[in-house]
């Protein structure tokens, strides 16, 4: 009974977050007035993702990596299959600019469907997370944390990278926080390495999700020193083999990747034209107005008590910590401070309010799989 009163929670939240996210989904779409639509990212994604790379007729490079190529071929495989089943219409002979427009808008919102649902994923993702070492309420807490979170609604029903970039980088947090009770600890770990690779090959700086897996690792004190040596390595390599096959440009077009990838680099460092001049420090602009906007501010102070009272019971949760504010280091250190940028910190911020309600005083399962929680469907 408690298993179908889980399952029931977690679908809920779940669908809290995908119908917030639905009601959104068709706004800026091409139409007969304008042929793009009003995000600027979303038809360079698009040029990529539908006209440029197709897996199905083995065409994987796009010649574009200013961002990871994951989730461009996870919108290429959905696009082309929707196309190729009918769902998605084609073009006549000689189309006029409003029918090119149509077409652009069935892609971007079929493609914004994905990333609706892989933002209403991370939800219950985050919130399973806390839920194993802090209980379901709390977890549930934490995952509503993230359905109802303002800036990452907005973006779910854009065909960007953010997004789905979170959603990986929530998946390697569980599986961080997993390893402390697991019991294939290494299995664990690799898959959480994985995830750290996917979210890498989706915004490259994400990668430091592997972090929150390694510190579980390491204030795991069961395993020998040699043996979480080891096991750190073989996690890295996994998380760049991942990296490797989830973004081949890297060694099938590297002149390329490499170019594009420096680019980025140059371009984050030297400003974006006069956007954030005169913005002050990048460390305290993401805070105000990102991070008080984006997550909103009350959130972002029953985060931070969260975590500051009740984080400590819970050294399961520090290597979400240490790679969130690892994350948020190396983002304020840079001169392009665009709100989206801090969407990887969300899963932290989502824990921090979850642990709000967890149980005074601690509950004996603060070290093991909360009640319910066991039947989780991510590997351990």
Same mark, same amino acid.
């Given at each position: ?83 190729? =089943? &009918?769902? @998605?219409? %084609? #073009?006549?002979?000689?189309?006029? !600019? *409003?029918? /090119? ?36 309420? =709390? &977890?549930? @807490?934490? %995952? #509503?944390?993230?359905?109802?979170? !303002? *800036?990452? /609604? ?37 898959? &959480? ?188």
């Amino acid at each position: 009974m408690q298993r179908y009163r889980s399952i029931g929670l977690w679908t809920a939240v779940f669908g809290i977050a995908l119908g917030i996210r639905l009601i959104g989904i068709g706004w800026g779409l091409p139409n007969a007035e304008r042929y793009y639509s009003y995000h600027p990212d979303e038809w360079l994604i698009l040029l990529a993702s539908y006209f440029t790379i197709n897996p199905y007729a083995g065409e994987f490079l796009p010649g574009f990596y200013n961002y990871g190529t994951l989730p461009m071929y996870l919108w290429s495989v959905w696009l082309h299959w929707l196309s190729a =089943a &009918g769902v @998605i219409g %084609g #073009l006549p002979e000689n189309p006029s !600019p *409003a029918q /090119v427009a149509e077409l652009r808008a069935q892609l971007y919102l079929w493609g914004r469907i994905l990333v609706v649902l892989m933002g209403a994923g991370a939800a219950v993702v985050v919130g399973r997370t806390l839920a194993i070492v802090a209980g379901v309420q =709390a &977890g549930i @807490i934490a %995952g #509503l944390a993230i359905a109802l979170a !303002p *800036a990452l /609604v907005v973006h779910s029903d854009f065909m960007t990278v953010d997004v789905p970039t979170t959603f990986f980088v929530a998946l390697a947090f569980h599986q961080a926080v997993a390893l402390t009770i697991s019991p294939r600890p290494l299995r664990t770990l690799l898959w &959480g390495a994985v995830w750290a690779g996917c979210a890498a090959g989706s915004k490259y700086n994400a990668g430091l999700a592997l972090l929150a897996p390694l510190v579980s690792l390491w204030l795991t004190r069961s395993q020998p020193l040699g043996r979480r040596a080891l096991w750190s390595l073989a996690a890295t390599g996994v998380a760049g083999l991942t990296f490797a096959l989830v973004c081949p440009g890297i060694w099938a077009d590297s002149e390329r990747f490499w170019s594009h990838f420096w680019y980025e680099v140059r371009h984050v460092g030297q400003g974006h034209g006069e956007i954030f001049t005169d913005t002050g420090l990048g460390w305290l602009y993401h805070i105000n107005p990102n991070l008080s906007t984006g997550f909103g501010a009350i959130g972002l102070a029953a985060s931070l008590i969260g975590w500051v009272f009740y984080g400590r019971r819970y050294p399961a949760l520090w290597g979400i910590l240490t790679a969130s504010l690892a994350y948020y280091l190396l983002i304020g250190a840079a001169e392009v401070r665009f709100l989206r940028y801090t969407f990887p910190l969300f899963p932290m911020l989502a824990v921090g309010v979850g642990l709000l309600w967890t149980p005074s005083p601690p509950s004996p399962l603060a070290h093991s799989v909360g009640e319910g929680e066991s039947g989780s469907p991510l590997p351990r």
